[in-house]
């Protein structure tokens, strides 16, 4: 099927109806989580079970079939055996629904005869204007509204809302398989593309630019569906927003392993790289990047340069972050002499950057105070774009940015934590706490340094995309 790229996707993500087309068999069929997830999530539209098996279900009525539900039908999703599936998109297009998520697997994946039945689907769908998200997907999320898709257990409660868009081609990058809520990342969306019979990356990117919950996007993506029209629509997302790919395939067996995986050719490697700076987008190497490096680039502004200020209760970490910030293509940035003659006000051992705070907190009541009395004059200096700050991830710490918040705020650059201790539980409350503040908090010291430079790589790629004609 052909994407159409004049229909928006707000039917797959804020759909005001859901129908839900599975085993309903308790605890663990796979219609029955996925509508027990949608309740924990407090999904707040109208759920419509689909069964021939029961009559109820988690309280609900079930329906025999789609067409006795008496009212509009937003979304379906199926979770049903491939023969049966494209009986249930004809039926979809009977009752007038606008979208359908197909979780099943068994379809183009899986060999000849399950790519007939996607097909079939294809085929079906495109006649009644039904867009198509799979198969062979968990589908989406949205952390805004509760709605959740996946047929697994998904978490006892909402993830927390924030700025970034997961969109991934696997579920192994989506919220089914990855603590999102332990982690508290700060998630608009989550899209997965599944076999993208119908919908793909370059429907779901105009989607998201236009999306005022999503801040950062980022994709992880082993193929693209239509090259041209994607390095469009990533330019105009670019201009607006961070938008970052993690695109396996950069060595000759993993590509062999793409081309396995979805029946695609990977590409040359350098081909994409060049693709991807045309289009303003920034690729990321690795699993966690893909994860940690865009809470970062939502909770805080986008650096405006790649000159870093480092703040250290440690000297020797104070150290370790230059070599990751020279080695990173960032610069350790220069003071102005009036910076350093306000640091050298507090103590003469303070004037220099890396800004090693150690030796003076223990001469003070509250050692931590000293952030209060460091950080704004660092973070002001015309020659500083960015901070990371090396501090114990601890209540006490919590307290001092809490009443450095606003004012740092005010300065508009970005501030990120390197949080040590010796309390893990205490160490990951203290770290939630902060990023609550704003203030995304690592316990991977590598992690900041790169978040940053991904940060003033897009800076960079986004004025290249303004200043061409």
Known sequence: MESQAGNDLRAFLEPESVAVIGS?????????????????FGYSGRIYPISRSCDEVL??????????????????????????????VGQCA?????????VSEGFAEAGQEGAGFQRQVVDIAHRAGIRVLGPNTQGVLNTDNGLVTGPYFCGSKRPLSGGV???????????????????AYPISKVFEFGNKCDVHEADVLPY????????????????????????????????????????????EAAARAVASHTGSLAGDDQVWD????????????????????????????????????????????????????????LVPASFTSATLQELEALSPKLARNPVDT???????????????????????????????????????VVDVFERLASRL????????????????????ESGRRLEALGFPTFFDMDIPVRALAVGAAYAKARLDLLERP
């Not at 663990?28 to 996925?34: A, F, K, L, N, T």
């Not at 309280?59 to 599936?85: C, F, H, I, K, S």
């Not at 868009?165 to 919220?175: D, E, I, K, V």
């Open 358 to 396: 150690g030796p003076d907190m223990v001469l003070r009541d509250n050692p931590f105070s000293i952030y209060e009395d460091v950080m704004p004059p660092v973070l002001a200096d015309p020659n500083v774009d960015c901070a990371i700050v090396v501090c114990h991830a601890n209540p006490p």
């Open 165 to 183: 868009a997961y969109c991934s081609q696997t579920g192994f990058l989506t919220f089914a398989s990855h603590p999102i809520i332990d982690r």
């Open 24 to 40: 309903m068999r308790e605890p663990q069929g796979e219609g029955y989580v996925m509508i027990q997830n949608m309740l924990r």
């Open 208 to 251: 998201l630019t236009n999306d005022p919950k999503t801040r950062v996007i980022v994709m992880h993506l082993e193929e693209v569906k239509d090259g041209h029209r994607f390095i469009q629509v990533a330019q105009q997302a670019a201009v607006r927003k961070p938008v970052l790919i993690l695109k396996p395939g950069r060595t």
């Open 59 to 88: 309280g609900m009525r079930a329906y025999a079939a789609l067409n006795e539900v008496d009212a509009r039908v937003d979304l379906a999703v199926m979770v049903t055996p491939p023969p049966t599936v494209p009986g249930l």
């Open 409 to 428: 705020s005010r300065i508009a650059k970005p501030v990120l934590l390197f949080g040590y201790g010796v309390d893990q539980a205490e160490m990951q």
């Open 274 to 329: 060049t693709v991807f700076r045309q289009a303003g987008i920034i690729r990321i190497s690795n699993w966690r990047d893909f994860w940690e490096v865009p809470r970062a680039l939502a909770l805080q502004p986008v650096p405006a340069g790649n000159r870093v200020a480092i703040v250290s209760a440690t000297g020797g970490g104070g150290v370790l972050l230059v070599d990751a910030v020279t080695e990173a293509g």
């Open 94 to 102: 009977d009752k007038g629904v606008r979208a359908v998520i197909i």
